[in-house]
Each structure stands twice: as structure tokens, then as C-alpha cells.
């Protein structure tokens, strides 16, 4: 930290002014990484087999980068040289969600990697269900269960567990235009299970004129579990690049480019409101409650005090972020019935945080790890607890004395 207000962030900024696809972003990572031994390893984690993964340096318009290839055996099922950004639709190995999940949850992979790898997955599986209309528990589709797709989710996850970066951010994402061959036949671009993944995120993307795909659905659900904002490249001070090239060959450079940095970022954005409240029942302040915690309120709690005429009354206050205040404000407004609301800006100190896991006799605990100053603490779960503890028939206060 630096000084009081300001926090170093290590970042990464994804430039996808060329599209982004799942071996891309597995190319650009490894550079930044530069141990392509370590993400060989861990991806054996998976007991997979029937794969190759080749990693080479292609050059794109002059630029080099690292061209990462998942071959099936060497070739796909017609004998040729299966290209993935030529097509993830073109494998036609099919599993469903719960295959791809059972494959991740049986691992020895770290539970963050898995954690990730299944979210990405998830936002793929949901834009194919809606596709094909369809369950999720009756969608096989061949984007997601292929080989050559598992191995570029859990690879990103891993090489992203690996920097570890407290920020991530990308810039307007770019696909292009016209129309593509695949498996379902002549598709615009951008295809439909991209345009579903982009149409549930927060994704700020654009069409180019660029008459080819640039974004995959794989690349689409990346990006989009991943990227906390769409920017313009922020201040950085850059610490290192990394360069995934694509498949084909454009009239712009088909690369995504990763800078992994620390940024200056300001702790600004931290919103208390407040209002008083003496006209409400319980009720409707305890849904109130509610309603703001779903809706991305970062503390919500009530004090009670005295109003006018000596009226028992409760102080409603509501931390959240900048972007979350008309959000919560307006739920505040309709809920109840205060006709005022009062807010300020405030910084704030955040320990650093991981989610993490607890082996204890009866199962897995999930707990935050907290660190300061080199000091580690863990805080479990609540609702994990009460889970263990009513499955078990254990008293709740027994499971704290075992943790």
C-alpha cells in the first residue's frame, strides 16, 4: 500500500483488439508465466490422455507470440491436423457439464483452479442451453466437451492462479464480422453461443471489420468470468507483456496481448448511505435488507436511535461501491419509506483474501485466509459450517471447537 487511500494492485489488462480465443489466452499467459513446464504438470492433475499440447512462436504481422495447439492424438477424427481457433466447433467429443465437472472435481487440481475453470465452463453451458433451448442436464455440446476446450479453461485457470493478480481488466473487445462454417453450418458472426455469453455479462464488445470470427465462445466465457471492467489501457507501470497468436492469418496482427503490471488505484469508491427511518415495520426493513445484499451491498445494518417527538426510529446504512449507489438507492426509495438519503465517499484498508478449505473428519469447511504484515489468519465459513453441523447432527459451537 502506499499512501493512505491509494492501494498497488498487481494487474492484468487484457488487450483484446483482436479478438480473444481460449489458446490465445493460453499463449499470452504462458509468457507471462514463462514456465511452461509448471502448466504441463498441473494439467496431468486432470488424467486426461489421448492429447498433445504444442507450444510454438508464431509470427503475426511481424509480431512473434506463443502459438499454443491441443491435438487429439496427433489429428482430429478426418485425419487432418485439428487447428483450434480454425475451430473449437469442429471436435465432435461430447460431454455435458456434469462430465466436464466430474473430470475437474476429481483432480488433485488446487480448489481456487477448480473453482474457476467450472465458472468459466458454467457461462459456456448456460449460452448453449439457451441456444439449443434446452436443459443444461440435456445439452451435449461439443464446445465445452472436447478435449482441446478443457485443456484451455483449466490451463487459463491454472496459469491465472499462478500470477495471482489482485485486478484484472481488459479492454472493448473486438469480434468481427460476416459469416463462419461450423458444425451447425453457416453461423454469423459473432456465433450465437458468443453473442448469449456476452448478452449475461458485463462485457463491452464491438464488431470490427474484419470479415472472420476473432472471439470463440471459449474465448467469450474467459473474458467474461474474468474481466472486472472494459477500459482503455489504464496508468501501469508494465512489468511484463505477453503475446497469444491465433491460428489464422488477417490484415490486422491475430494477437492478444496480456500486460501484467501494478497500477495506482485510488480506495475512493467505497460509499456509506445513510437515511433514518421511523414510520417502517420490521418487516420491511429486514426484506429491505435483503434485497440490498443481493443486489451487490457490501454492508447493510441498522441502528437503533430517537427521531423527532421522541419517536423510537432505526438508522438504516448501506456500504456499497460508487457504481452500486443508484442501484441500492432506488431499492431504498421503493422499499420503504424514507423520502432522504445522505451518502459520503470513504477509503477503506482490505487485507489481502483467498477462499480457501478446511479438512476436518466430517468434510470440507470453506474459510477466508486473510494476511497482513506477513501473518495468516483463517475465518471460516458460517454456512459452510451450519451445513457440516446439520448433515452431521453436531452441535454448531462442537465444529468451532474442532476448527
Not at 13 to 21: M, P, R
Not at 112 to 138: C, G, Y
Not at 255 to 261: A, F, H, N, R, T
Not at 311 to 330: F, G, S
Amino acid at each position: 500500500m502506499s499512501e493512505k487511500g491509494w492501494l498497488i494492485l498487481n494487474t492484468l489488462y487484457f488487450d483484446c483488439s483482436s479478438g480473444i480465443s481460449g489458446n490465445m489466452a493460453l499463449g499470452a499467459l504462458l509468457e507471462i508465466v514463462g514456465d511452461e513446464n509448471y502448466l504441463l504438470e498441473e494439467l496431468k492433475k486432470l488424467n486426461i490422455t489421448g492429447y498433445k499440447l504444442e507450444i510454438s512462436k508464431k509470427i503475426k504481422n511481424g509480431i512473434t507470440g506463443t502459438y499454443v495447439e491441443v491435438t487429439v492424438d496427433g489429428k482430429d477424427e478426418y485425419g487432418h491436423i485439428h487447428h483450434l481457433e480454425e475451430h473449437e466447433h469442429h471436435h465432435h467429443e461430447h460431454r455435458n457439464l456434469k462430465d466436464v465437472n466430474e473430470i475437474i472435481d476429481n483432480s488433485s487440481l488446487k480448489e481456487d483452479v477448480k473453482d474457476l475453470a467450472k465458472r468459466i465452463f458454467l457461462r459456456v453451458a448456460k449460452a448453449e442451453s439457451k441456444v439449443h433451448n434446452k436443459s443444461l442436464e440435456e445439452v451435449h455440446f461439443h464446445e465445452v466437451g472436447a478435449i482441446d476446450s478443457i485443456v484451455d479453461i483449466v490451463g487459463t485457470a491454472i496459469l491465472i492462479n499462478r500470477i495471482n493478480p489482485d485486478k484484472i481488466i481488459s479492454s472493448i473487445v473486438n469480434d468481427g464480422c460476416g459469416f463462419i462454417e461450423c458444425a451447425h453450418g453457416t453461423m454469423s458472426v459473432p456465433v450465437p453461443a458468443t453473442s448469449e455469453i456476452f448478452a449475461e455479462s458485463a462485457v463491452k464488445f464491438r464488431q470490427i471489420d474484419v470479415d472472420t470470427e476473432l472471439v470463440t465462445p471459449t474465448g467469450a466465457a474467459i473474458i467474461s468470468e474474468l474481466a472486472e471492467e472494459f477500459i482503455n489501457l489504464p496508468a501501469m507501470e508494465i512489468k511484463k507483456i505477453g503475446w497469444g497468436t491465433g491460428f489464422k492469418d488477417l490484415k490486422i496482427p491475430n494477437v492478444l496481448k496480456i500486460y501484467y503490471g501494478k497500477m495506482e488505484k485510488s480506495n475512493d469508491n467505497f460509499v456509506v448511505m445513510e437515511t433514518n427511518i421511523d414510520d417502517a415495520s420490521g418487516e420491511i426493513l429486514g426484506y429491505t435488507q435483503e434485497l440490498l445484499f443481493k443486489n451487490g451491498a457490501l454492508d447493510v445494518f441498522y441502528t437503533p436511535i430517537f427521531m423527532k417527538k421522541n419517536r423510537p426510529a432505526y438508522r438504516l446504512t448501506v456500504a456499497c461501491k460508487r457504481e452500486d449507489i443508484y442501484k441500492l438507492q432506488n431499492i431504498i426509495f421503493r422499499e420503504t419509506t424514507t423520502i432522504g438519503i445522505r451518502y459520503r465517499f470513504e477509503y477503506r484498508t482490505e487485507l489481502g483474501r483467498e477462499i480457501t478449505q478446511i479438512d476436518t473428519k466430517y468434510g470440507k469447511i470453506k474459510a477466508k485466509k486473510v494476511t497482513n504484515n506477513g501473518e495468516t489468519y483463517i475465518y471460516p465459513e458460517y454456512e459452510s459450517i451450519k451445513e457440516l453441523a446439520e448433515k452431521n447432527n453436531i452441535p454448531l459451537k462442537e465444529f468451532y471447537k474442532l476448527i
